[in-house]
């Protein structure tokens, strides 16, 4: 039967239509649109050896070993084009790695291939693939169906692929990979069945559309002022290889006063420096001919991913990187001053998960700037990333299940001679994570605005001790609350904290709350309002955390304070004179204003003697006690207080 050439002719075109698509849009910035461009090629290639083949078999006779190279060649290339979807697939996946790590993988996967390879060098002496009977036409051999044998062996494999490691990529390209797959094989079978109908690699060309449409998407993919990966590619690139366990280095490079730079810029001229940015780190990479994908993630953040191997070349890297952005940077006649946090992260020896790794990628520039280059193998606390990954579930199941408990940590009086007050502190115990310090729920309850109900949690908890029975004999004169400026911006707080304690018959004066020193500092009306409110109605307030902040006496000085608690941070002088003496003068200063002092923080009895030299008259530290649950702190304000009386 004549064989039919209009699917050839139109998937020629098809392809040539793709490849002019990718090439003029730049769509090889990446391994996977490479090898996309170079998988299209090879399939115009193998379509154009289909046609040429067709043509001689028609107008041809004489030109027998011509004939033969084409027939030779398409048959040939026809299951290249099934290997290399693979391993499109493969790299689409980052798969490539965990499948070629070990001999017997690299037999699976390139044993058919050669062998289809080697059946077709010697189809010649053998016949074996194809031949021309005696009227000069072609004709299939035995081995012909090997062809499609190892084809369908590739399709199962792609689609074993596909479908065990989707998570390693979206949906979307799970479903248009397979749809593409089942479209190739649909052809290949009705090739088998009606020869003369040539329409395989027609539906191979409709198959790479499909691909290049669904999967392709350069505008999903790429940062189109830079042409680098964006945050898309470089969160699903992570989530591949950390699913593939492949070990990697990655290079952090954060401009932490980038916003700045682009508001000063305006729009086009801050386009024009990212581009230079993003110049700047490819020329690097290009110097010491380093492989690595780049990628643009927004906000003037760049990463750098590259093989383990080139941990040296990395850190190298690393180094010229920051040094070249910590000189200043002439741009436009303009200098620039960049602040540039760059570090070294080694997956998954520093950080095992892209889940830990954006949020410690978060967390970066909140450690203090040095103008080195960071190891996350120095800054990385695994167990405060697990929980900062989390943290928004865990304080949720917390609410619901209970977990928080009220601590408190007595404070001792030195004139007194007795512990006069204690100081509530909130403890998350959670079931999956265990402890949970409160220095990274507490900041995290506060951005989502879960810090309302735990204020709630604990003022209500702490008023119903204070009511309680077993409160009275203990000689607490008042315990002291934390509270959140974020709690303290609700207009209505006052009014509701003051419920709480009326509810519970709790007289303000048994109450302190503290508010720490940065809070005071930067005091909006509504927090003022709410303080007022509270101070009116005869609660105390203490300002916490003092000597961290940048204090503004002037302000401090008009508010309702009347303690003030030194922060441990001030409070440890023991080998620094000149800490002492700037320590007397504060103490002296807030004395004039007639203000309490607590020192936190004390650890040790030569501390205490000090502080209680300096007339200092509260102390509250793990030398006295460490905070204890209701029940133990109950137990030791008893013991102490019948032991004091003997
Ligand atoms: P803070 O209010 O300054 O509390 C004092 C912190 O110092 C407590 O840490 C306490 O355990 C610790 N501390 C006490 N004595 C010593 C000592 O001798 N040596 C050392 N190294 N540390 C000592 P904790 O309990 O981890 O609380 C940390 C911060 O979390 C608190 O600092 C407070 O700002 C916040 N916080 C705790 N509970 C609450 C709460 O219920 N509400 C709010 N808004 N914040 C809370
Ligand atoms: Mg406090
Ligand atoms: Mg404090």
Redesign the pocket.
């Known amino acids: 039967m004549e064989k039919l050439l209009y699917f050839d002719y139109s998937a020629f075109l098809l392809e040539l239509f793709l490849i002019c698509s990718i090439v003029m849009r730049k769509m090889y910035s990446n391994k996977v649109n490479r090898f996309f461009l170079i998988l299209v090629t090879v399939t115009l290639f193998t379509t154009a050896m289909d046609i040429a083949a067709v043509a001689l078999d028609r107008n041809g006779e004489g030109f027998v070993v011509m004939k033969y190279i084409f027939h030779s060649l398409y048959l040939f290339l026809h299951v290249v084009v099934a290997f290399f979807y693979l391993v499109y697939v493969l790299l689409q996946q980052d798969m490539w790695y965990r499948t070629t790590n070990k001999l017997w993988k690299i037999v699976v996967l390139f044993a058919p291939i050669l062998s289809v390879g080697v059946i077709t060098l010697l189809n010649p002496l053998t016949d074996a693939l194809f031949y021309f009977d005696e009227n000069d036409a072609y004709t299939r051999g035995w081995l012909f169906l090997s062809l499609y044998i190892v084809t369908l062996y590739y399709s199962i494999f792609i689609f074993y692929r596909t479908i065990h490691f989707r998570k390693n990529t979206d949906a979307m390209r799970t479903v248009s990979m397979t749809l593409g797959l089942f479209l190739i094989l649909a052809a290949s079978l009705v090739q088998l069945m009606l020869p003369h109908l040539l329409m395989d690699m027609f539906a191979l060309a409709m198959g790479l559309l499909f691909m290049f449409m669904m999967v392709q998407r350069p505008e999903e993919v790429l940062d189109p002022d830079t042409g680098l990966n964006n945050l898309n590619s470089y969160v699903s690139d992570l989530r591949c290889s950390s699913a593939n366990k492949k070990p990697e280095t990655i290079i952090i490079i954060q401009f932490t006063n980038y916003a700045a730079i682009r508001d000063m810029l305006g729009y086009n001229d801050a386009v024009n420096f990212k581009r230079f940015l993003s110049k700047v780190i490819l020329d690097n990479l290009a110097r010491d001919k380093i492989r690595a994908e780049v990628y643009y993630i927004g906000s003037g953040c760049f990463r750098i991913r590259m093989d383990m191997r080139s941990l040296d070349k990395a850190e190298l890297l690393a180094n010229y990187i920051n040094d070249y952005f910590r000189k200043d940077i002439r741009y436009n006649e303009l200098v620039i001053n960049l602040v540039t946090v760059v570090c070294v992260v080694r997956m998954p020896e520093d950080i095992s998960e892209t889940t830990l790794l954006r949020a410690f990628e978060n967390d970066l520039t909140s450690s203090a700037y040095t103008g080195d280059v960071l190891y996350a193998a120095d800054l990385y606390q695994k167990k405060k990333y697990d929980l900062l990954s989390s943290i928004d579930i865990i304080i949720d199941e917390a609410i619901s299940e209970n977990e928080f408990e ?2 408190y ?1 007595p404070i001792y009086s030195i004139r007194q001679k007795r512990f006069n007050s204690a ?5 998350l115990k959670s079931k999956k994570y265990g402890f949970v ?3 990274i729920f ?1 900041p995290a ?2 951005k989502n605005g879960a ?1 309302h109900k ?2 709630d ?2 003022m209500t908890s702490v008023c119903q001790f204070i009511g309680s029975d077993e409160f009275s004999g203990l000689g607490l004169d008042y315990i ?5 400026p974020v ?1 303290c911006m609700e207009t209505d707080f006052a009014a509701h904290m003051i419920e709480i304690v009326k509810t519970n018959h709790v007289k303000p004066d048994q109450l302190n709350l ?1 508010i ?1 020193e940065t809070a005071a500092g930067e005091m909006q009306n509504a927090i003022a309002n709410n303080i007022n409110a509270l101070y009116n109605a005869g609660i105390n307030f203490s300002l ?2 003092f000597g961290t902040g940048y204090s503004n006496m002037q302000r401090i000085a008009s508010m309702p304070f009347n303690i003030i ?1 030194l ?2 941070t001030i409070t440890q002088i023991d080998n620094n004179p000149n800490l002492v003496i700037v320590l007397e003068n504060v103490v002296k200063m807030i004395k004039s204003l007639n203000m309490k002092i607590v020192a ?4 040790t009895k030569e501390l205490v003697e000090r502080f209680s030299e300096m007339d200092c008259e509260y102390i ?4 006295y006690s ?2 204890l649950p209701k029940k133990e702190l109950i137990a030791f304000l008893n013991t102490y207080n019948q032991t004091a009386n003997v």
């Open positions: 009220v601590y940590q100081e509530a502190l909130l403890r310090p409160p220095d507490i309850a506060e810090i735990i204020g949690i604990v002291e609350v934390n509270l959140s709690q503290e720490t916490d955390d608690k922060d441990k936190e923080g004390i650890e509250q530290g793990y030398y460490r905070p």
